[in-house]
C-alpha cells in the first residue's frame, strides 16, 4: 500500500482536538436488556482503539451509538468534537464505518464503484476519477480496477471496502471485524493498511473477533462484557493485570487433553483454556515450582507433555479469566 491520499477538507476535521471519541455513561435498551449499561470512553486521535467482549456483550451496540446509526437512551458523547446527540449531521461527516461484509456494487469494477462513490460525495468527473485511482494505487488494487468485482478474491474485496470508505477521508474510522472471513495472508494485509491509516492520522475503533488481531494493531483494548466496561489498557497492561506464571502444556496424545484439563485444574486450582486450535492447554500456575508439580502429575497419569512452557499469559488468556469465556465468533441478536 502506498501512501494514502488524504483530501484537505476532511484532514483538517477537528483541528485541535485531543480525542477523537470522547464518551460517558452511554446506554441503549432493548426492551428490558441494556444492550449498553453506561459506558465512558476516551480515544485519543491517530490510535487504534479495539473493542472486545464475547457475544452479546454490547461491541456493535456501542459502534452503532458513537456511528450515529443508533440514539443512545442516556449519556452523552463527542467525535472530533461534534456531539453525538445535537450534531449527528456533523458526526456523520467526520466518519466512515466498514461492517463486516463487503457494501459494494458486485456488477461494476472496481475502479467504478469508487468513482459512483465519489460522485456521491460531491466530486466532480475528472476529480472522481482522479480520487478513485489515488485509493486504488494506495490499497493495492490498481491491477484490478477494471475488473467486475464478483471477480474478486475475499481479501481484495476488503480492501475495495476500505478504500470506498476513505473517499473522503474521515477523523475517525469504525471497523466492525474488519478481517472475518479472510485467510491469513489477506488479514496481515488489511492489518497493514490499518497501521498505515492510523499513521496518516486517522483514529480507528474496531471490534474483532480475533484477540491476535487487537494484540497486534491496538494501542489500547477495552473489554466489554454484559454491556459494561469491565477492563481497558495496553496489552501489556491487560495481561500484567491477569497475571504472571501461566503454564502451557501440548501433550503427545492429543485425544487425552480433557483428562489433562480436569488433571490440572485440581493441582492449580484454576480453569483451563485451550487455545484457539485446541491442540494447548493454558492455565495459572503461579510459581515454577507449582507448575512442576503439575507437569509431574500428569506424567504419573500417563499424560505425557509433547511440549510445555512458563510465560506471561496470552491475551486470549486475559479474555478467559475477565469474561469467564473463551473467546467467541460473530456476534448475532439485538444485544451486541
Given at each position: ?37 453506561g459506558i465512558d470512553l ?8 479495539a473493542i472486545l467482549g ?283
Amino acid at each position: 500500500m502506498n501512501d494514502l491520499p488524504i483530501t484537505p477538507d476532511k484532514a483538517a476535521s477537528g483541528a485541535g482536538v485531543a480525542l477523537a471519541i470522547s464518551a460517558r455513561g452511554l446506554v441503549k435498551s432493548y426492551g428490558d436488556v441494556r444492550a449498553v449499561d453506561g459506558i465512558d470512553l476516551d480515544v485519543p486521535r491517530g490510535m487504534i482503539f479495539a473493542i472486545l467482549g464475547p457475544n452479546g456483550a454490547g461491541k456493535t451496540t456501542l459502534m452503532r451509538m458513537l456511528a450515529t446509526l443508533s440514539q443512545p437512551d442516556a449519556g452523552t458523547a463527542t467525535i472530533m468534537g461534534h456531539d453525538l446527540v445535537t450534531t449527528p449531521h456533523a458526526v456523520r461527516g467526520s466518519i466512515a464505518m466498514t461492517g463486516q461484509f463487503a457494501s459494494l456494487d458486485e456488477d461494476l469494477t472496481g475502479r467504478e464503484n469508487l468513482v459512483l462513490l465519489a460522485r456521491l460525495w460531491g466530486f466532480r468527473g475528472r476529480d472522481a476519477r482522479g480520487r478513485a485511482d489515488d485509493l486504488l494505487a494506495a490499497f493495492g488494487l490498481s491491477d484490478a480496477a477494471t475488473k467486475q468485482v464478483k471477480d474478486y478474491s475475499g481479501g481484495m474485496r476488503r480492501r475495495l471496502d476500505i478504500a470506498a470508505s476513505l473517499v473522503v477521508t474521515p477523523g475517525v474510522l469504525f471497523l466492525d471485524e474488519p478481517t472475518t472471513g479472510l485467510d491469513p495472508n489477506a488479514r496481515k494485509d488489511v492489518w497493514r493498511m490499518i497501521r498505515e491509516l492510523a499513521g496518516s492520522g486517522v483514529t480507528i475503533l474496531l471490534t474483532t473477533q480475533y484477540l491476535e488481531e487487537a494484540d497486534q494493531l491496538a494501542a489500547r483494548i477495552a473489554v466489554i462484557d454484559h454491556g459494561r466496561k469491565i477492563a481497558e489498557g495496553t496489552s501489556r497492561e491487560l495481561k500484567a493485570a491477569t497475571g504472571s506464571g501461566f503454564l502451557y502444556v501440548a501433550l503427545a496424545d492429543p485425544a487425552r487433553l480433557d483428562e489433562a484439563a480436569v488433571l490440572l485444574e485440581r493441582h492449580l486450582g484454576h480453569k483451563v483454556q485451550r487455545s484457539a486450535e485446541g491442540a494447548e492447554l493454558s492455565i495459572m500456575a503461579g510459581t515454577t515450582r507449582a507448575a512442576s508439580e503439575a507437569l509431574s502429575a500428569l506424567v504419573s497419569a500417563g499424560l505425557e507433555p509433547a511440549d510445555f512452557s512458563m510465560g506471561q499469559p496470552s491475551l486470549e488468556a486475559v479474555f478467559f479469566a475477565l469474561t469467564g469465556q473463551p473467546r467467541t465468533g460473530d456476534e448475532q441478536g439485538k444485544r451486541q
